[in-house]
């Protein structure tokens, strides 16, 4: 392999540092960067190579759950561009998105379980989910005079946001995968 194993996720995919991808694209590049890293391929050259190649093929691995996956892209490229999302310790988030989680809260509560009014608020969540990758989309890739670090300190809220969307609805499925059951 020719990258060095520093080389950023962007750089090892051959993809450009963006938050947009193409998610066929990156498993394409997954696949082919594993059939090169792969250990068989390195079986004739001794141990010493088969680690090396181990150790690539967990490299590889490891961008392609953060490049394939929407909120760990944003922070990674927030962190790139200096901006931490710091998610485990910072959850400060507008007060309008503060009152919508609220809300779907008390409305989960209030559903019980209530298939049909279950299915409506996962659909808003849904819906929510689209417009802040959207919103992800325009701060990081869109048009803007800002600086790359400007843009990830905006992007933050986003990512805390959908981060909190995500468990929302899958805390959503699996009280529906439940109740179907």
Request: charged content about 25%; aromatic content about 6%.
């Amino acid at each position: 392999m020719s990258l060095s194993l520093q080389a950023t996720d962007f750089e090892l995919f051959g993809v450009p540092e963006r938050f947009v991808q193409d998610a066929s694209e990156i498993d394409a590049q997954w696949k082919r960067l594993l059939r090169e890293a792969h250990p068989d391929r390195f079986a004739a050259q001794g141990a010493a190579a088969q680690r090396v190649s181990m150790q690539w093929a967990v490299r590889i691995n490891e961008a392609h759950q953060r490049l394939k996956d929407p909120v760990r892209r944003a922070t990674y490229l927030c962190q790139r561009w200096g901006a931490d999302v710091d998610a485990e310790r910072n959850t400060s988030m507008p007060a309008s998105f503060l009152m919508q989680q609220m809300a779907w809260r008390e409305e989960l509560d209030d559903a019980g379980s209530d298939i049909p009014a279950l299915d409506a608020l996962l659909a808003r969540a849904r819906e929510a989910r689209l417009s802040l990758l959207s919103d992800l989309a325009q701060t990081l890739d869109g048009p803007s005079d800002l600086a790359p670090d400007q843009r990830a300190r905006q992007a933050v809220g986003h990512i805390r946001a959908l981060m909190f969307v995500e468990r929302f609805t899958g805390e959503l499925n699996q009280r529906l995968a439940q109740l179907e059951a």
